[in-house]
Every structure is written in structure tokens, then in C-alpha cells.
């Protein structure tokens, strides 16, 4: 079956693309629809902050876990499960009326969100070789890219003819279909179907004996003795914090501090998120032939660029188009990059542990952006400064990622 001319990891490719096009609509969905809850839920920027973060407290708290229980119990369940959970908290999110019911129901969004990424990576790297993980894992982040342009289309047409509260009945409704398209085609691993993983001729099938003695090692005390375990997560901290401080407020910006329409300042994102499709489905296919080190350090500095374009942009909508488009080129293709160096660095049975592990510092970094970006403009009233501590985080982020180091004993044979 391996050998003929469609391979089921396709199949599997497709299907968790659409777990991370809902899931990401549901959270990036809320940076776009914020101008229009905030006077809703008469709120202000810190506590609008405070709604998503509530969404990545539970995102970070809970995901070290699935990905863990997706390592011993396969993706088929875990991401299921959690699908359900996640059309839950969106759905509910239409009927929140105060600031602290947004903030349990996006909360319990985000639990449900916690095997939307780590999980459904931790599969698809299972079904693609080594060599073929950045082009599989960039072609599976085009999900948040297209979700991103999408819903920046979509959510205008829907505010304009029922109300922000349908967007999120939308969203949960697409997150419950997901859960039952995932128990019918997902699979875990290609050993559940006897076929080896696709990208060519090396990896066979990989048989459950293996799998189980790595799951009866300390797999924690290995994975936080690494050096390039703390390196990489931290330099992920300071990228997702920078990254989530333009991404989250890019909407309120325009609107607000440069004086665009809510339509035509979620058409940026739009653009943007047709931007990150573009950087997925190069970037880190290119990190495959050069290095993941390398390409990762490359794109964080874009990314510095990009963020200053957007401040000396002004309503210059050449520069300001420009520096969008390039932002989201860029940063869309650093989470697969990232991502793609559990592979790099660890064995193939505990990938799902050290993405999940990773994520808290993701998790963490975003939770700063949200804090930090919101109390910025509550007290500044503009994202400047804002945007000037991004550049700099990015900047960190580059330092660190520069210092790893490859580590044969932990390492398989691939490129960084």
C-alpha cells in the first residue's frame, strides 16, 4: 500500500489541516471580532487581554498532558475528545454577556484547543519521514494561515447581517463536525495499518514494542535534562510574545489608532493570513535543505523588519501592506519550524511529549503579549510601544536560537 500512487498520510494530512483551520479561526477569531465586543461587553483593552489569556491559561496548563496521553493513547481519541470540547467553549462564547463568562467559556475553548496543535503535530510527523516533516508540517500550518484570511472575510459579512454572537455559534458548530470527521479517517500511526510512513525508502514500520519501552522510560527527566530542550523553548517564548502582540491587536490598530473601518481593517488580516499560506508552503521546506537553525533565525529577523514597517507605516498603505504581507510570511512559518525540531532532536515516540512540553512556553509568551499589549494601550492610548517591545523580544528570540547546538545522542538524522 505504501508503494502505490496515493498514500493514506494524505488522507491524515487533510484531516488535521482541518483540525487546525477551526481551531485557529476560534482563537485568532477573537483578535478580529474584538473591536465590536469590546464596546459589547463594555470592556476595556487590559480586560479584553484577560479573555484570551484565560484561553491560554488553560492551553498551556493542560497541553503538556495531551500530549503525553496522545504518545500512549493515539491522536484518534485524544484529538476527538478534545474537538468536542473545543465546539463547547466556542459555542458558549455567543451567549457570554460579561467579561468574566467570556473568560470561562474562551478558558474552556482553550482546553479543548490543547490537542489542536501539539497532538495533531505530533501525528503527522508520524506519517512523514524525516526529510518530509517541514514540507508536511508547513502544507498543516497553512490551516491557521487560510483561517486567518478567511474569517477576516467571513466575520464582516456576519457582524453586518446577524451579530458578532452568530460568528462564535459558527465556529462551534464547524469544531463538533471536526470531532466526528476525525474518528472516522484519523489514524495514529501508520503501524495501525501496516504501512511504513511516506517520504521514501528508510523508515519502515514502526512496530509497538519499541514504542512501549520508550513509553516506560522517564521520558520527562531526558527531555528537561536537554539543553536544547530549554534553548529552543525559550527562544519559542519570545517569538510566540512577539508575534501574538501584533497578530491579536493588528485589527484594534488599524481601526482604532490609524481610523480604518472595521471592514477594511479586517480585510489587513485578510492579507496577512494569505501571507502566512505563502510562508508555509516555503519556508519550511527550505528549512529542510538548509537547516532549521538557520532558516528559524532568518525569519525572526523578518519579522523585527516587518514589525517596524508597521509602525512607520502610518496610513501609508503601500508600506503598511507591505509590512503585513511580510509579517505574515514570516511568522506563520516559525510555528512549523519550531515544531519540526522535536523531530530533529528527539525520538519519534515521544515527539507528542516534547511539543506539549514546549507549549507552556508558547502559551506563556502569548499570555505576556495579551497582558502587556492590552495595559500598553490602556495607557499610552496607542500600540507603538507596544509594537517596539515585539521588535525587541524577536530579537532575543534570534540570540537563542542561534546558540543550538546539534546533540547526536538525542538527535536523528536530520538537518538544523
Partial sequence: MSKGRFHRAWIILGVCFLDVFVSYSIRL?????????????????TEAGAIINSYFLVYIFITPFTGNLTDRFGARKIITLFSIILGIGALLMGTANQVWTACVFFGLAGAGASAMWASVVTVVQKWFTPTRRGMALGF????????????????????????????????????????????????SRPDELRISPWGGAGCGITGDLNRKNVLKENRYGKIFHSFQFWIIGF??????????????????????????????????????????????????????RIGRKMTIAGSNLLIVLSTLGLIASGKELPIL?????????????????????AGDYFRKEVIGTVIGAWTPFYGA???????????????????QTAFFLAILLAMVATFLILLVKKDDEESINSPI
Fill in 29 to 45: 477569531g477573537f483578535g478580529i471580532l474584538l473591536p465590536v465586543m469590546i464596546p459589547a461587553l463594555h470592556m476595556n483593552r
Fill in 321 to 341: 501592506l507591505t509590512s503585513i504581507a511580510v509579517h505574515g510570511v514570516f511568522s506563520g512559518a516559525v510555528w512549523p519550524m519550531y515544531s519540526a525540531c
Fill in 140 to 187: 498543516l500550518s497553512t490551516g491557521f494561515g487560510l483561517s486567518f484570511a478567511a474569517m477576516g472575510l467571513l466575520f464582516p459579512a456576519l457582524v453586518g447581517s446577524f451579530s458578532w454572537r452568530f460568528c462564535w455559534y459558527v465556529l462551534g458548530i464547524w469544531a463538533l463536525v471536526m470531532a466526528l470527521i476525525n474518528v472516522i479517517f484519523l489514524r
Fill in 235 to 288: 527562544s519559542y517564548l519570545f517569538i510566540a510574545c512577539a508575534n501574538y502582540i501584533v497578530t491579536t491587536f493588528m485589527v484594534d490598530y488599524a481601526n482604532i489608532e490609524l481610523g480604518f473601518n472595521f471592514s477594511k481593517a479586517s480585510s489587513f488580516v485578510t492579507i496577512r493570513g494569505l501571507s502566512q499560506v505563502v510562508g508555509v508552503l516555503t519556508i519550511p521546506f527550505i528549512s529542510d
Fill in 365 to 383: 509568551g502569548a499570555i505576556l503579549a495579551h497582558l502587556i499589549g492590552g495595559r500598553i494601550y490602556d495607557k499610552t492610548n496607542s500600540y
